[in-house]
Nanobody
Framework: QVRLVESGGGSVQAGGSLSVSCVAS????????MGWFRQSPGKEREGVAQ???????WYADIVKGRFTISKDNAKNTLYLQMNSLKPEDTAIYSC?????????????WGQGTQVTVSS
């Protein structure tokens, strides 16, 4: 059974930094594309960043240059380092895992962790 469990969310002031993590079990993170998504109240879920099995990455324009996605294959863990945070980054951040090495769709989802950025 695949489980993705996020941690590391919290509250920070605008301009600050946070890092969120996603530990995978029953799933080999190194073999698949994984990604981070976020959803805030009243808005649709949106993709934030993705990392394919070959290490190639994609970022949404609104976070490019501020967020960094990475994987520690030995720990089977996905990370999202968020810098220069803005109030509009406030959302529930969820990790997702694909069933392929390329990022064409996601099969497995975590429960999410809250990130709150105050002005």
């Amino acid at each position: 059974q695949v489980r993705l469990v996020e941690s590391g969310g919290g509250s920070v002031q605008a301009g600050g930094s946070l890092s969120v993590s996603c530990v995978a079990s029953g799933y080999t993170a190194s073999s698949y594309c994984m990604g981070w998504f976020r959803q805030s109240p009243g808005k649709e879920r949106e993709g934030v960043a993705q990392i394919a099995s070959d290490g190639s990455t994609w970022y949404a324009d609104i976070v490019k240059g501020r967020f960094t996605i990475s994987k520690d294959n030995a720990k089977n863990t996905l990370y999202l380092q968020m810098n220069s945070l803005k109030p509009e980054d406030t959302a529930i951040y969820s990790c997702a895992g694909a069933s392929t090495g390329w990022c064409s769709g996601f099969t497995f989802w975590g429960q999410g962790t809250q990130v709150t950025v105050s002005s």
